[in-house]
């Protein structure tokens, strides 16, 4: 992407890495690849990020950890930012086992990075009004993907995944 003023040159945009705020030239590049992106991991998708800076901008290797967060916490902003934010609905009456789905939503949305509304349904006519039979559930964007069980993180952070990219 080139500036409008300045064809040929590269869009620089400024973040802050540690205490300073830098230049980084494709910035914007950089995050809307990684949004697409289908890692498993938030470590693959720091280090995709920080390679494809590379390209366009100096990292030194002492602050490639620094460069990391940033790029990490930009990307968390971008997501925050659009209108493809997942909501995620728990359905549950308060039992052990429906406070644990809440524990496995939590720990796939920080492994992916994802950002979204998440609401607890805990009314036994706002479960039966889904026709939702067997608690604990789990909804992602309306529609029912679990039900009378909870998922491993693995299997929700797939979920997950499938429900970012169809938006």
């Known amino acids: 992407m080139y500036g409008p003023c300045c064809p040929g040159k590269p869009v620089v945009k400024r973040i802050r ?24 991991s938030e470590a693959d998708l720091r280090r995709m990020m920080v390679k494809e800076l590379r390209i366009f901008n100096y990292i030194p290797s002492e602050a490639e ?20 934010t ?5 359905f549950g009456s308060g039992c052990p ?4 789905i ?19 349904v805990t009314s036994v006519d706002g479960i039966v009004s889904r026709g939702i039979d067997g608690t604990p559930a789990l909804a992602v964007d309306g529609e029912l993907v679990v039900a ?20």
């Open 17 to 40: 890495v540690g205490n300073q705020e830098v230049g980084i030239a494709e910035l914007d590049r950089v995050l809307d690849r990684a949004l697409v992106m289908t890692s498993d």
């Open 65 to 84: 950890a620094e460069y990391s967060d940033a790029l990490w916490h930009a990307l968390v902003e971008r997501r925050a930012q659009s209108s493809n």
């Open 86 to 90: 997942l909501k995620i609905e728990i």
């Open 97 to 100: 086992r429906c406070d644990s």
């Open 102 to 120: 809440e524990n496995v939503v939590g720990e796939a949305l920080r492994d992916l990075g994802i950002v979204a509304t998440v609401e607890k």
């Open 148 to 167: 009378g069980r909870t998922p491993s993180v693995d299997e929700l952070k797939r979920v997950l995944r499938d429900a970012r990219r169809r938006k």
